[in-house]
């Protein structure tokens, strides 16, 4: 297969997605950190300390939400959607692998998820392109994304003994104080970062020698 140039200008196009939803986040809890601030600055306002502590009674609840839950939320959001967009990608390289070598076995299923595309890659082309690390650390963030979608990241501690032990071997993870997964920004980072390397490896796969 040839490389072409605009095959290559659309991939790069497309990866664009990951580093715009990065951006979002971004954005998005810098509003939610101003809104916070302004809480602050009322309560700062106030002298009397009892008065001030019913100022913090009063607005308990829209404190939790922007400081713990929107983001939280905001990150499964992103999560999610870049998972669902690295599968819209897959698909159209995969179809495109199909038409370009008919000699290639196709899935006798169509409802075919993020993983199943990564293996069929992983399958019919050099393996060395899809390093072992890179697949391990992918399927650990499908397991997550999975989780957020089946449950809204609530973790059953016995039955889902295989998120558990992801969450205690990354860094930028952890199950906060009601068993609900929370990931700081690095691991939206490390999401993008990967999904963004297998999409250009099966690009390569389609469209290079």
């Given at each position: 297969m040839?490389?072409?140039k605009?095959?290559?200008?659309?991939?790069?196009?497309?990866l664009?997605y990951f580093?715009?939803m990065?951006?979002f986040?971004?954005?998005?809890e810098?509003?939610?950190?101003?809104?916070?601030k302004?809480?602050?600055?009322?309560?700062n306002e106030i002298k009397?300390?009892?008065?001030k502590e019913?100022?913090y009674?009063?607005h308990?609840?829209?404190w939790?939400?922007?400081?713990?839950?929107f983001?939280?939320?905001a990150?499964?959001?992103?999560?999610?959607?870049c998972?669902?967009y690295?599968?819209?990608l897959?698909?159209?390289?995969?179809n495109?692998?199909?038409?370009?070598?008919?000699?290639l076995?196709?899935?006798?299923s169509?409802?075919?998820?993020?993983r199943?595309?990564?293996?069929?890659?992983r399958?019919?082309f050099?393996?060395?392109?899809f390093p072992?690390?890179t697949f391990?650390?992918?399927?650990a963030?499908?397991?997550?994304?999975?989780?957020?979608v089946?449950?809204?990241g609530k973790?059953?501690?016995?039955?889902?003994?295989?998120?558990?032990k992801?969450i205690?071997n990354?860094?930028s993870i952890?199950l906060?104080?009601?068993?609900?997964?929370?990931?700081?920004?690095?691991?939206?980072?490390?999401?993008?970062?990967?999904?963004?390397?297998?999409i250009q490896?099966m690009?390569n796969?389609?469209?290079k020698k």
């Amino acid at each position: 297969m040839i490389v072409k140039k605009g095959y290559d200008a659309w991939l790069s196009l497309s990866l664009t997605y990951f580093q715009e939803m990065e951006r979002f986040l971004e954005e998005t809890e810098t509003l939610w950190n101003t809104r916070l601030k302004e809480y602050e600055a009322m309560a700062n306002e106030i002298k009397e300390e009892e008065i001030k502590e019913e100022f913090y009674d009063y607005h308990y609840d829209e404190w939790i939400l922007y400081r713990d839950d929107f983001p939280r939320i905001a990150k499964y959001s992103v999560v999610v959607n870049c998972f669902s967009y690295f599968e819209k990608l897959s698909s159209e390289y995969y179809n495109r692998a199909l038409k370009f070598n008919t000699k290639l076995e196709k899935y006798h299923s169509d409802r075919l998820h993020a993983r199943d595309y990564v293996n069929w890659f992983r399958k019919n082309f050099d393996k060395e392109i899809f390093p072992n690390q890179t697949f391990s650390t992918f399927d650990a963030m499908n397991q997550v994304r999975n989780r957020i979608v089946h449950s809204n990241g609530k973790v059953d501690l016995y039955k889902n003994k295989g998120i558990v032990k992801i969450i205690d071997n990354s860094s930028s993870i952890k199950l906060n104080d009601r068993n609900e997964i929370y990931m700081n920004r690095e691991y939206i980072r490390e999401v993008t970062n990967v999904l963004s390397e297998l999409i250009q490896n099966m690009h390569n796969c389609v469209y290079k020698k």
